[in-house]
């Protein structure tokens, strides 16, 4: 699996768009970027995820560099409750690789 | 529709017991997964399975075993608990390449 490096921790306004960045420099064509985060000790929550192309879902945005080398997490307009630790992901999307590998996250603390 | 189920959602054992962790899904998911949250900490994989009667070993399975004898059920077995197997433990499911799906967790202390 291609390793991802993420910050440790971020601040964020609440109201402000927060971008979170990651860096994974060594993936392959076939692997997808995948976005989760976990709120409070409670289950990781999916977000986004992509291949190439910038996506956009009801949560976030994802722009992906175009050599796929890094990648950016975008919440438009941060919340309170959005506060929670963020993952990026990188994983195959259909090899023989169906394990989904986790870091330590960057730890998102949005501000009033 | 439930998504991922887990059961008990806290437990204590005493070192030595044994204890089943209960995961069942109805997505029709073929693949399933066990992770381990320690405080502070990153998942860490426990076991897998890419579909009924298929098993495989993921980053930390000593002191676990799992069977998958339907596509629903992923039951965990923790024989002789020890203080370190002391965790909260995650249960997913996803379909192949698709989106994992969690469950909300298990909390086990091991006293």
């Known amino acids: 699996d291609a390793k991802t490096t993420q910050p440790p921790s971020m601040d964020c306004a609440e109201g402000r768009a927060a971008n979170l960045p990651c860096n994974h420099s060594?993936?392959?064509?076939?692997?997808?970027v995948y976005w989760y985060r976990q709120i409070h000790s409670q289950g990781p929550q999916y977000i986004i995820h992509?291949?190439?192309n910038n996506e956009t879902n009801e949560m976030a945005s994802l722009i992906i560099t175009e050599d796929r080398k890094s990648s950016t997490l975008i919440l438009p307009h941060a919340t309170l409750r959005d506060t929670a630790v963020y993952y990026c992901?990188?994983?195959?999307?259909?090899?023989?690789?169906?394990?989904?590998?986790f870091g330590k996250g960057t730890l998102l603390t949005v501000n009033p | 529709n439930a998504g991922v189920t887990q059961t008990p959602k806290f437990r204590i054992l005493k070192i030595g017991q044994s204890m089943t962790l209960q995961c069942a899904q109805d997505?029709?998911?073929?693949?399933m997964y066990w992770y381990r949250q320690d405080p502070g900490m990153g998942l860490k994989l426990i076991y897998y399975?890419?579909?009924?009667?298929?098993?495989d070993k993921g980053e930390v399975p000593n002191g676990y075993n799992v069977s998958r004898s339907t596509t629903e059920d992923f039951p965990l077995r923790l024989e002789l608990a020890a203080p370190s197997q002391t965790s909260v433990y995650f249960c997913?499911?996803?379909?192949?390449?698709?989106?994992?799906?969690f469950g909300e967790g298990s909390w086990l202390t091991v006293v």
């Open positions: 997505m029709n998911h073929n693949y």
């Open positions: 992901i990188v994983r195959d999307s259909g090899g023989s690789n169906y394990k989904l590998t």
């Open positions: 060594t993936i392959s064509g076939n692997e997808y």
């Open positions: 997913a499911s996803s379909q192949v390449g698709d989106t994992i799906y």
């Open positions: 399975s890419v579909g009924a009667g298929i098993t």
């Open positions: 992509g291949l190439k």
